[in-house]
């Protein structure tokens, strides 16, 4: 027998109407409640320490923490769109420096090689 909530298709408990997410009987409200704690407690957090050198470097770590949010179940959508939408536009100015980077080191290597003269 499916739960009596609106649009659930998951199966009722055994002497219960609704299945476990939507049950309000006392024990299962609190294994739902032990149930969701250890799942936030086996979320990967990196200790690994940060290394900055470069704009390559921040460009990587933010990649990395973009996908992070983004995998995340933690935080509101309102939240996690506004964090990837202000990690976004902080990558696209990270990408233009480091384009700009790169062509300013072409061009000194074409005048140190002689060829803008």
Same mark, same amino acid.
């Given at each position: 027998?499916?739960?009596?909530?609106?649009?659930?298709?998951?199966?009722?408990?055994?002497?219960?109407?609704?299945?476990?997410?939507?049950?309000?009987?006392?024990?299962?409200?609190?294994?739902?409640?032990?149930?969701?704690?250890?799942?936030?407690?086996?979320?990967? $957090?990196?200790?690994?320490?940060?290394?900055?050198?470069? %704009? &390559?470097?921040?460009?990587?770590? #933010?990649?990395?923490?973009? *996908?992070?949010?983004?995998?995340?179940?933690?935080?509101?959508?309102?939240?996690?769109?506004?964090?990837?939408?202000?990690?976004?536009? $902080?990558?696209?100015?990270?990408?233009?420096?480091?384009? %700009? &980077?790169?062509?300013?080191?072409? #061009?000194?290597?074409?005048? *140190?090689?002689?060829?803008?003269?």
């Amino acid at each position: 027998m499916n739960c009596n909530k609106t649009d659930c298709k998951a199966s009722a408990l055994k002497n219960d109407e609704f299945c476990f997410f939507h049950s309000q009987r006392p024990e299962i409200v609190a294994k739902r409640t032990l149930a969701q704690s250890k799942g936030g407690r086996n979320t990967k $957090i990196s200790n690994e320490p940060i290394t900055i050198e470069s %704009l &390559e470097d921040i460009h990587t770590t #933010l990649l990395e923490t973009l *996908n992070e949010i983004r995998g995340s179940g933690k935080d509101s959508t309102v939240s996690k769109s506004r964090a990837i939408a202000y990690i976004c536009l $902080i990558l696209a100015n990270i990408r233009d420096r480091i384009d %700009l &980077e790169k062509r300013v080191e072409a #061009l000194e290597k074409r005048f *140190n090689d002689g060829y803008l003269s």
